[in-house]
């Protein structure tokens, strides 16, 4: 279980550092050096993009103007209108199987409702509800190591101090016979996690990718704008987007701690909690509000899903051990 918590921990640090824009090799320089921004919007400029922004637009000039810098000539790109998964020539696995789906995706829900904000959250949502069975499958697992704990424990204890091969192996044999018990497969929950964080890490190259996506606007906020220039521009309603984005993770990361009752793994997940909010804290400033839409969103959604989820396995435990009444009393009648 703890090398488990290492992982997801360095899965949370990737997550934050990939919405804050960490691999400075994705995007265009400017003269000296240094990552190009959207004076505009604050916004850093994706070098690799998936199709073209509109014309006489600020990305497009900025596009045109640095063009020798892309590898690419900009009208080879078709128009996000006219995109379609097979537009571009082939850039690898990844794109191809993941990231243009995913463009295509939000661009057709995007001109549908006309509105790529509302497109952005809508497809989010998709995908959480795609994960959601993987979702209850990894706290079903939670909840059954929970169930197991006391006997994971008592065999800790017992071989405390023991480090020849025999009781190693003891110990082991102990431990899934517990496992088999409550149907534990103990890593089953790093196996949902694998399946989970690749469709995030391609859905924010996809939203990246796509410029159409950071030129619209919505609830008077401009898409691309990152909070820190639009507070720096008067434009305070970007304070309340940087509320929602850090009460929306603290009350979804909380809410997904519930499910952990064991004192140790409530230190590390606390340690990894705080180190969570601050870093997001920090991160929302510069995040484009498209992703920052995204975030609360599916945040949002999250917290619904874990309440709604932990509801069912209730009624499962309760359903269980009625039947465990039920069963003991047709032995007693037996018995007497």
Known sequence: MKQKNKILALILIGMIFLAGGCGSDDYLKDANGGILTNEATGQSVRKDILCQPQQDSELYNIYKENEENLGYKLEELPTCEEFTITSNKYDGLWETILVRPLAYLILKVGFLVNNFGISVMLVGLLIRLILLP?????????????????????????????????????????????????????????????????????????????????????????????PWKGIMEGQYIYILLIFLIVATTYISFKNSMKSSQNNEMMKQMNMMFMFMIVSISIASFSLPTAIAFYWIITNGFAVVQNIVIRKILENENNKKHHIFEIKDKKNKKRKK
């Open 134 to 226: 993987f979702a209850l499958k990894s706290m079903r697992a939670t909840n059954n190591m929970q169930k197991a704990q006391p006997e994971i424990q008592r065999i800790e204890r017992k071989y405390a101090g023991k480090t020849d091969s025999e009781s190693m192996m003891a110990k082991s044999q102990e431990q899934m016979l517990v496992y088999q018990k409550y149907k534990i497969n103990p890593v089953s929950g790093c196996l949902v996690s694998l399946i989970q964080i690749p469709l995030f890490f391609a859905f924010l190259d996809a939203i990246n990718e796509v410029p159409a996506i950071f030129e619209g606007n919505l609830f008077g906020m401009h898409l691309g704008m990152t």
